[in-house]
Antibody, heavy 119, light 107 residues
Framework: EVQLLESGGGLVQPGGSLRLSCAAS????????MSWVRQASGKGLEWVSG????????YYADSVKGRFTISRDNSKNTVHLQMNSLRAEDTAVYYC????????????WGQGTLVTVSS | EIVLTQSPATLSLSPGERATLSCRAS??????LAWYQHKPGQPPRLLIY???NRATGIPARFSGSGSGTDFTLTITSLEPEDSALYYC?????????FGQGTELEIK
């Protein structure tokens, strides 16, 4: 059974940093692209970032480009999202998602971790 | 950026009825469109990918169709558990984008 467990969310002041992690199990992690998708309260879904199976290709939404960095450790079956220069508008539930035959098909999701940016 | 527009915004139907949800893209996404079901307090669930392929474990009551700019998610024989928000999403070009969602209420 595929399991994705996010951690690292919490309350941070504007301008601060957080590092989200997603621990994966139940599949051959190194064979699949991974993504982070977020949902602000009362808003829709936003695909924030993605990383290829090898880690060689990364993708970012314009809203986070230059501030967020996605990375993965295939030896530890984990994917990370380093979030710097956080803004109030980054407040959201962040979901880790497993790609399918493509990065762009999120076939499994974690339960999400809440990030709150507030002073 | 490709904009996806979903209609209607809300849909209220009775058990056993058929639901038809629409998604229109601002430019062609070929067949690279997915549908997700999202219930409060749960993560989204993939229903349909590449316009018409059901994801693993999804009942045959859920079906998708369309290509280019116009897509449809059809849910037959509605059940109370189908109450949820439904999102379409394109992977034709980065940034991948979602529609704003259709809220389906089962009366």
């Amino acid at each position: 059974e595929v399991q994705l467990l996010e951690s690292g969310g919490g309350l941070v002041q504007p301008g601060g940093s957080l590092r989200l992690s997603c621990a994966a199990s139940g599949f051959t992690f190194s064979s699949y692209a991974m993504s982070w998708v977020r949902q602000a309260s009362g808003k829709g879904l936003e695909w924030v970032s993605g990383v290829s199976d090898s880690g060689g290709y990364t993708y970012y939404a314009d809203s986070v480009k230059g501030r967020f960095t996605i990375s993965r450790d295939n030896s530890k079956n984990t994917v990370h999202l380093q979030m710097n220069s956080l803004r109030a508008e980054d407040t959201a539930v962040y979901y880790c998602a497993k790609g399918s035959t493509s990065l762009g098909i999120a076939e499994a999701w974690g339960q999400g971790t809440l990030v709150t940016v507030s002073s | 950026e490709i904009v996806l527009t979903q209609s209607p915004a809300t849909l209220s139907l009775s058990p056993g009825e058929r639901a038809t949800l629409s998604c229109r893209a601002s430019q062609s996404v070929r067949s690279y469109l997915a549908w997700y079901q999202h219930k409060p307090g749960q993560p989204p669930r993939l229903l349909i990918y590449d316009a018409s392929n059901r994801a693993t474990g999804i009942p045959a009551r859920f079906s998708g169709s369309g290509s280019g700019t116009d897509f449809t998610l059809t849910i037959t024989s509605l059940e109370p558990e189908d109450s949820a928000l439904y999102y379409c999403q394109q992977r034709s070009s980065w940034p991948y984008t979602f529609g704003q969602g259709t809220e389906l209420e089962i009366k």
